[in-house]
């Protein structure tokens, strides 16, 4: 006897056999190992302009399937997102660091995490650090204007990394860590880096084995938990939780266990929040402010919208509606340079996107910086053109073309607070200073985890007013 199933007139219609997808051509049993080591941006970029919703990408033994279609975003990013996890090189090199915080835990646990998490993320809550913000960035501003004075010159990534890690500091944690910015940055700069080799290399020895790559990876560890202890440290001596986002992690208890978080686990949060807490807006902020010494129009424009709405003083929480062409150069600029430019998962189960067959242990990309670029959803994307984000502009855009901050559950946890960051911070600086490239200096995109300026941004500053 056949068990096949019988056919009758009231099966639907079979689903047309699931396709492989087409392949971007590449080095025999390496693929694209070597190509990304070397230029990863433009092997994903090569990938895009292979005619098809899905390319697949040979690494070395696995199989990465870039998808770019708004729609198949949406469902590996939100609608089917459980069945696309974080296993991957690329998140077990981020743990040797971050341990199992907030990027990198998954499942039950990372939900209790982030729910834990969510009240310091809230609109009215973050509306409280715009003071803080405000403070800091004044601060930045007057020692600019010594600067300024003596015809300045500053490596503007490096301005904003201690910028933003100072504003990570007093607003989530109430410490100040500004004098520790240099050996964050060393640190930090070192994890980033290791990410992508260890991706793509053929043997993965255990961190335990102490090879150079392995010894500066500890090093680096070692230099941020000495911070983020002392941190916890300090706290506990104080006898005071307080109300900020730490004091929250220390406070919460298991509902199930009534158990407070461990050391271990507070220790991770406090490291992932630190670090992914500022990275990435300094970046946002560098890239926004250099793209604006390339186009004095919409610099001038930008002048006169925070003329118009603040005049002399510094900006206020409220006064953000007012500052929307502001808020329009940065999405723009995050278009451009999206400080995180590609995010991939390992597929879990048998998957089919787009009618292409994903197979369980493969991996899929997510590429910002690729969607970003795409003439179909954003026409001439080469052209930096903040009109495009202006009022409802950007409403006629699919779901999931513009993911500076992913989608989906794991959204970032700190995106209104980082837009409401660069808002006021680019709000100031352009209130007073005007940002030049200093002639000669390179710029090149250094595909890290986040994008960076490879060779930092060197600006000169001169102050618009007297
Ligand atoms: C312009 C600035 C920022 C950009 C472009 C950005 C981008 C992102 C992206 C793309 C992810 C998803 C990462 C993944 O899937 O692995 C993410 C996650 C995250 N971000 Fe951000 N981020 C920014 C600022 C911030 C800030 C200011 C904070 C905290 C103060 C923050 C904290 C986090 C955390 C904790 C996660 C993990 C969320 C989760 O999985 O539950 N980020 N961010």
């Known amino acids: 006897m056949s068990d096949a199933v019988p056919v009758n007139a009231s099966t639907p219609a079979a689903a047309p056999p699931l396709r492989e997808a087409p392949l971007l051509p590449g080095v025999p049993l390496l693929g694209q190992l070597l190509a990304l080591r070397r230029d990863p941006i433009g092997t994903f970029l090569r990938a895009a302009q292979i005619p098809s919703d899905v390319v697949r990408m040979q690494v070395g033994p696995r199989d990465v399937y870039l998808v770019r279609r708004p729609e198949h975003v949406k469902y590996v990013l939100q609608e089917n997102a459980g069945h696309f996890s974080k296993q991957t090189r690329g998140y077990d090199a981020l743990r040797a660091i971050l341990g199992n915080g907030l990027v990198t835990s998954e499942g039950a646990f990372w939900l209790r995490q982030r729910r834990l998490a ?75 880096h290791q990410v992508m080799p260890r991706t793509t290399r053929l043997l993965q020895l255990p961190l335990s084995v102490p090879t150079p790559m392995n010894l500066a990876l500890a090093r680096a560890r070692r230099q941020l938990d000495g911070i983020v202890l002392r941190i916890i440290e300090e706290r506990r001596r104080s006898g005071q939780l307080g109300d900020d986002l730490l004091g929250m992690l220390m406070a919460a208890r298991d509902e199930d266990t009534g158990e407070a978080m461990s050391d271990a686990q507070l220790r991770d949060e406090v490291m992932t929040i630190f670090l992914a807490g500022h990275e990435t807006t300094a970046n946002a902020l560098t890239w926004t402010l250099y793209l604006l010494s390339q186009h004095p129009s919409v610099r001038a424009k930008l002048e006169a919208e925070v003329e118009a709405a603040l005049g002399n003083r510094t900006p206020r929480f409220e006064d953000l509606p ?125 595909p890290a985890v986040t994008l960076r300026p490879k060779f930092g941004m060197r600006m000169t500053i001169a102050a618009r007013r007297g």
């Open 322 to 446: 007012q500052l929307g062409y502001v808020l329009a150069v940065i999405n723009e600029s995050m278009r451009l340079y999206p400080p995180v430019w590609m995010l991939v998962r390992r597929v879990e189960v048998d998957e089919a996107v787009g009618g292409f067959r994903l197979p369980r242990g493969s991996f899929v990309a997510v590429s910002p910086l690729v969607m970003h670029r795409d003439p179909v959803l954003f026409p001439d994307p080469e052209r930096f053109d903040p009109e495009r984000f202006v009022g409802a502009a950007p409403n006629a855009l699919p779901r999931f073309a513009f993911i500076p901050f992913s989608g989906g559950p794991r959204i970032c946890i700190g995106n209104g607070f980082a837009l409401m960051e660069a808002q006021l911070v680019l709000s100031m600086i352009v209130q007073r200073f005007r940002l030049d490239l200093v002639p000669g200096h390179r710029v090149e995109r250094d």
């Open 118 to 192: 969510q009240p310091a993320f809230h609109r009215q809550r973050i509306a409280q650090f715009a003071s803080t913000m405000v403070d800091l960035t004044g601060q930045l501003l007057e020692r600019w204007e010594k600067e300024a004075a003596r015809g300045g010159i500053v490596d503007l990534s490096q301005e904003m990394m201690a910028l933003t890690l100072r504003v990570v500091g007093w607003t989530l944690l109430s410490t100040e860590i500004g004098p520790d910015s240099p050996v964050v940055a060393e640190a930090l700069n070192e994890l980033l």
